[in-house]
């Protein structure tokens, strides 16, 4: 990942937080999508309640494939960033995601565009804006045991 100026990092943060009033309903729409076929999730939730990060990254990575197919991009963009942050617990190489992030449609979603910023300040090492960054995924309604997840991760 290239580097990107402070300037810009705050630019992107902004326009992030301009953004999500909107995105919080229409993340609350896809929670509800998930919610109703969630026995889809049942092995990877399983997975997650075990640590199994590597296991639970190929899964939602699986899904979300099949969601990019059904051009549902506000799911197939949370279950990337869901996918991601198993990678980082399990400290696997993140090539499997640049695909998602080149995307042209996802490349427009919030989760997308929050997940690439965080990776970036992380690889950066600009503590401040990755915890800024970090306290902006509180908006993205999760199931209890992907929640336990995005609070394991915040340490990295």
Known sequence: MNSITKQDYNQSISFLHKSIREEKERLEEVFLKRSTFKRQYFE?????????????????LELARKQLLRRDYDTTSVLVLLGTLCMLNAESDLNQVIDFFEERFLQ???????LKLLLQAKSDGLKS???TLWSMMKII???EEERILMQNVVSL
């Open 129 to 131: 804006e990755y915890l």
């Open 108 to 114: 427009s979603t919030f989760c997308i565009k929050l």
């Open 141 to 143: 309604p999760v199931f």
């Open 44 to 60: 990877i939730l399983e997975d997650l309640s075990q640590n199994k990060h590597a296991s639970c990254a190929h899964g939602y």
